[in-house]
């Protein structure tokens, strides 16, 4: 069974950082992208960051470039983000995704799913 589970969202403050992780588990990801996104309330899922696992070649929305910063651990079989100089637009539950297509950018894109951790900062 495939299992994506985040974990490291909180609330913090204007400026601050946050690293969040994704765990997966239940098949093999190194022929996979690995996604975040975000959604804030009453808006749709849009695409963070992308890291090809095998490759490790990343992606960025212009939103988040020179902010934040998607790295994985092949050992620990971990993908993270980890959010610098946080703004309050930044708000929103992240979800970490999989996909077996490699430029995959949109939400239908992806095939497995985590639950989502919640990201508040606060001015």
């Known amino acids: 069974q495939v299992q994506l589970v985040e974990s490291g969202g909180g609330l913090v403050q204007v400026g601050g950082s946050l690293r969040l992780s994704c765990v997966a588990s239940?098949?093999?990801?190194?022929?996979?992208?690995m996604g975040w996104f975000r959604q804030a309330p009453g808006m749709e899922r849009e695409f963070v960051a992308r890291?090809?696992?095998?490759?490790?070649?990343?992606s960025y929305a212009d939103s988040v470039k020179g902010r934040f910063t998607v790295f994985r651990d092949n050992a620990e079989n971990t993908v993270y983000l980890q959010m610098n100089s946080l703004k309050p637009d930044d708000t929103a539950v992240y979800y970490c995704?999989?996909?077996?297509?490699?430029?995959?950018?949109?939400?239908?894109?992806?095939?497995?799913w985590g639950q989502g951790t919640q990201v508040t900062v606060s001015s």
């Open positions: 890291i090809r696992w095998s490759s490790g070649i990343t």
């Open positions: 995704g999989a996909a077996s297509k490699v430029y995959a950018v949109r939400p239908d894109e992806y095939e497995y």
């Open positions: 239940g098949r093999t990801f190194s022929g996979y992208t």
